[in-house]
């Protein structure tokens, strides 16, 4: 069945679970109880096949086998023939990717209000979950599947329709829809829709407000995104991980090592991790701008991450390593030069500067050393052009893709984009009289 599910053949995989259930019903045998993986998998296949009606049939099977009185018995059966249950059936509630899962299932489908239904059961069940309901974590996926006006415009409407319906319209609803616009690269409209939350009777969290960052990072307006992370302060909301990262890929994009610096300070104030992709991208900046020591810093970055290979963790780590030497064995040089009779005066005048630029600057991989030797260049120059490829390796296995982790959403300098920079007239008339 779950070959068929993979083969796209979803009339087989419905007539399948129907004879099943048919066989064990003739025998008086309860029906067979699905893994929740296993209904998930049949609901990814049959999003890709369009075919809503086999969606309903796999979520509302995982609701019955997950309900009470069924999961006190057959609890050993499962589509495969056997084996144990996996954790979600000792709950009377689908997982968290569960439900994201079936969200992200109907809005492939084009089924938003159905999506809508299902997050808010999602943030019902799991409001203590921060990163399950957030639209740049567990719902990142939303908002970046609407990308293109009519998808946008669609998935709007059925907040007006939730409205009209006395349906619940949540703050974690209208983030979908204003990161979204934030992805057209339309900060006048992610402005409109921030300041319609008071309207719909919303407050705005911290993610609000990361949607208008974020469409001002696409911008490259640094200073607004600054500003921005202050006020979002000043009112009550700490700035969180997703913030700092835009922050970060602001600096980034206009090539501002020097406030690079400054976020990743104010990141470990903050205990918020840099992510992983971002911290690359730093390394290739810093790389071509020679900044040695914004190098070791995302290097440093890098390595705390569970992304690398075996090989390219080793290489990293040694390239790590010999600036942590440079860097030492330079510090106790210039110290030795203080301490020289008559040298007190221009060490004070010059060391600090001299010492940068000899630890930053004569180390460059392919410069000459101070003593007008070259150390370690050919093993250096090697590091640096296997790191590179395997970055543009990642790079196009991503672009190869649709969106599965949030670290491969988008690649950093390519925000996308539909009708210019503007959204259409009608679309900005809708949100204009929300």
Known sequence: MFAAADAGRMDVVRVMMSAVDAQRKAKNQPPIRYKEKELLKIMEAAAKASDTALIDTAWQRLLADLAPAHSSSNSNDDAAGGGSSDKSSSSKHPSKEGYQMAIKSYVTCGQYGTAFDHVAELESIY???ADA???YQGLGFFPEMLDTEERLAAAFAQLKTRQEQQKAVTTTMMNVVARAIARLGNTEATGKVFDSYG???LSPDADSYNTVIESCAAAKKLAAVEGLISYMASKGIQPNAASW????????KIGDLKAA?????RMKGAA???QDRVARRGFQIARDQGNIRMKL???EIILQSNRLSQIERERLQGFV????MRSHQQQQQDRSSNNDDGSSSRSNDNGSSQGQRRTYDAWRPGQPSQNGGQRHQQPQQQLEQQFELQQKQQQQHRGNGRHEDSWRATDLDQQQQVSGSSLSKGLMEALGSS
């Open 133 to 135: 309901c957030s639209v």
């Open 127 to 129: 409001k203590g979950s």
């Open 321 to 324: 390593d010999r600036e942590r």
């Open 297 to 299: 810093v995302f290097a």
């Open 272 to 274: 918020a991790a840099l």
């Open 245 to 252: 990262n835009l922050l970060m890929q602001t600096a980034l």
């Open 199 to 201: 309207v719909w009777g």
């Open 261 to 265: 610096a400054s976020v990743v300070d």
